[in-house]
């Protein structure tokens, strides 16, 4: 695939048969990108993907490996934590159908089915003022490990037949939508709307940061996007990072 001549949605779209990790790929390309370009970065497969903390992301020939290189301010890196999780929530449903799967977003990235992990995302800084969302998709493949916090599913075990290609091109649209909504009605709105396809408020949490682990009720989120956990005692605490256990 000759990728600097092929856009996708208005991205540059790069595939590849075999990469490393496709968050590489794209901070790589951010070191000589030209201003106002964005791109995106797709394997058939990945034999060095990273998730969250330095944990390790399981390839598997014929799952979605994609990472999206944009322009942004750092400072909105959070942010894009959010539309990254919103527009796969959103680009799921399409294919699997919620009235016989429970889907919900889990706070800050997680994407679940019935309690499982479907997806992975990881946002990095890159060169300059390039941002790289890099997102993992269980279509076909899911690993099995007693590490795992969550156990893990594939949308081929919910019924979906669809490839890497369509569901990369479903995303794309999505995510230009929810840009569009955060820059004509302000983050709150890519909030609100995030926020309806999580848990119930009063929802009993566990949160995780530094192997200590609280437990409280889930009391929405801050302006920012930081988790709000209500403790025993009434008193609400601002979390900012961790993982969160139902």
């Known amino acids: 695939m000759d990728s600097d001549t092929i856009k996708l949605d208005g991205w540059l779209w ?56 944009f322009e942004a301010d750092i400072h909105d890196l959070t942010k894009f934590v959010f ?49 790289v969302s890099g997102i993992g998709v269980n279509l076909l493949h899911a690993p099995v490990s007693s590490e795992l916090f969550y156990p893990a599913t594939t949308l081929k075990d919910c019924g979906a037949d669809v490839n890497r290609i369509v569901f990369l091109k479903k995303f794309l649209a999505l995510w230009n939508k929810n840009i569009t909504l955060w820059r004509n009605n302000g983050f709150q709105a890519v909030l609100q709307k995030w926020l309806k396809f999580t848990f119930p408020l009063g929802t009993e949490i566990h949160f995780s940061q ?17 988790l709000l956990l209500q403790k025993e005692n009434g008193v609400v605490e601002k979390k900012l990072a961790g993982d969160v256990f139902l």
């Not at 790589?28 to 992301?57: D, I, K, L, M």
């Open 14 to 69: 790069f595939d590849s048969l075999v990469a490393e990790s496709t968050n590489s790929l794209a901070l790589a390309w951010a070191e000589n990108a030209s201003s106002r370009q964005q791109a995106v970065f797709t394997a058939v497969n990945q034999t060095n993907g990273r998730g969250r903390n330095g944990r390790h992301w399981f390839g598997g020939e014929g799952n979605l490996f994609m990472s999206l290189c």
């Open 210 to 226: 530094n192997n200590v682990i609280e437990s409280g009720v889930f009391a929405g989120m801050d302006e920012n996007g930081a």
């Open 83 to 131: 539309i990254s999780s919103l527009s796969l929530f959103e680009t799921v449903v399409m294919f699997v159908d919620p009235a016989s799967y429970d889907i919900k977003l889990k706070w800050p990235n997680d994407v679940l089915i019935n309690g499982a992990k479907i997806s992975g995302i990881l946002l990095e800084k890159a060169a300059g003022n390039y941002l």
